[in-house]
């Protein structure tokens, strides 16, 4: 490969949630002695991003100003050609692009211009954290529509149970994940098209989270939300942004596309009232350069070796962890274990399982707070060997041990 996947990074001490965080309270503990740790809790990257960001960042930084800037043309049209060529869009102009500090701001100030605090708002489960906080901090109910797995192990939109639960609960908004965290589904059109005309039939508005959106496996793509129905295009505010791809969180820079103008006048305006949702210039350029021909390269190659990790993963727990089930994600590069039958037959608690992973320097997340019972979130975007170096040690160590 041309980039570079496999060299180790060492991120201590580099503002690392994932591995600065770990042993502090709240956070995976910390490993017991003889054993390193393998950072897989935190959604973010432990890779080096495509060069030509950094290199980006250092040309603009290179300049001793940074006073106050407008987003340039190249800014949009980087979103624009991006959108086009990775996803299909068309029709996308500059006037349909808004910028948003994160994409949990983005969801909450959309909501908050088609809803009155306090309202219900559907939401599948297993569900983003994110989600939960951030709509319960502002006011929100959450009125969760559970997936349900199919006979292959292909996690599913419950249609009828939607239905009922927006019309029993007198729902006029759904926060909508695409590809979906944590389960990694990648919808297909007609998943798309049949919730988009149940929420057009019952005059619900749609966020949608499409922050995984380029980060799709194994021949899947993303179809977004937007583009299946003219009435999804009016009724839709869909979030972006490079952050998950090229793991640029830290810069701060997502951005909104909404097509319907009088929902989008008063997204901006909903967004402009905290005062700071103002956009950095560093990532201003980050985004440019991520969003250019050498960023779809570093992607594509990336993608390859997220598949090759995922292919990896479940042959193995398939084949060594009797009791642990998972649905081979479809994008995303997070597994969700279902521990269920193993803690069942092992007399564990989740939390308990857990734990004997943190001891080894398994540093995976509990399930639970994304709606999962007695289920593990698990990062597998890591250079290969550190995978395969984790799954030997829950082989040993925790599942078979």
């Not at 319907?260 to 997204?267: A, D, M, Q, S």
């Amino acid at each position: 490969m041309k980039y570079d996947f496999t060299s180790i990074l060492d991120r201590r001490g580099r503002d690392a949630i994932a591995l600065d965080g770990i042993g502090l309270p709240g956070r995976p503990g910390a490993p017991r002695a003889g054993f390193d740790a393998i950072p897989m809790w935190v959604a973010d990257m432990n890779f080096p991003t495509a060069p030509g960001i950094p290199a980006a960042i250092r040309e603009r930084a290179g300049h001793p100003a940074f006073g106050y800037f407008s987003p340039t043309e190249d800014y949009y049209n980087a979103i624009i050609r991006w959108q086009g060529e990775r996803n299909g869009v068309s029709g996308l102009s500059k006037e349909h692009i808004g910028y948003e500090n994160g994409v949990l701001g983005g969801v909450v100030s959309a909501l908050n211009v088609v809803c009155s605090r306090g309202d219900k708002v559907l939401i599948h489960s297993p569900t983003y954290i994110g989600f939960t906080g951030a709509l319960g901090n502002n006011g929100y109910e959450i009125v969760h529509s559970p997936l349900v797995l199919d006979g292959g192990g292909v996690w599913r939109m419950d249609f009828a149970g939607m239905e009922k639960k927006i019309v029993d609960n007198r729902i006029h908004a759904a926060v909508f994940c695409s590809p979906h965290n944590p389960c990694g589904r990648v919808w297909e059109r007609w998943e798309l098209e049949r919730a988009m005309e149940l929420f057009r039939k019952h005059d619900v508005y749609v966020v949608s989270d499409e922050i995984w959106s380029d980060l799709t496996l194994d021949g899947h793509r993303h179809i977004p939300t937007q583009s299946v129905s003219e009435d999804a295009r009016n009724r839709t505010a869909a979030l972006y942004a490079p952050s998950k791809t090229f793991n640029l969180a830290g810069l701060v820079g997502s951005y909104h596309i909404i097509y319907n103008p009088w929902l989008r006048e008063r997204v901006e305006k909903e967004s402009s009232l905290c005062c700071y949702n103002e956009m950095n210039v560093l990532s201003m350029h980050a985004l440019t350069a991520a969003y250019s021909p050498e960023g779809a390269e570093w992607l594509d190659e990336l993608r390859q070796v997220l598949s090759g990790n995922v292919d990896f993963a479940c042959k193995f727990i398939a084949e060594r962890f009797e009791g642990v089930r998972v649905s081979r994600p479809q994008g995303t590069y997070m597994l969700f274990l279902d521990c269920t039958d193993w803690c069942a037959a092992h007399g564990k608690t989740i939390g308990e399982l857990e734990r004997l992973g943190w001891d080894v320097g398994v540093a995976w997340q509990d399930g639970r707070m994304f709606h999962g019972p007695c289920h593990i979130r698990v990062n597998l975007a890591l250079p290969l060997a550190r995978v395969e170096e984790a799954f030997r040690r829950l082989d040993k160590y925790v599942f078979n041990a």
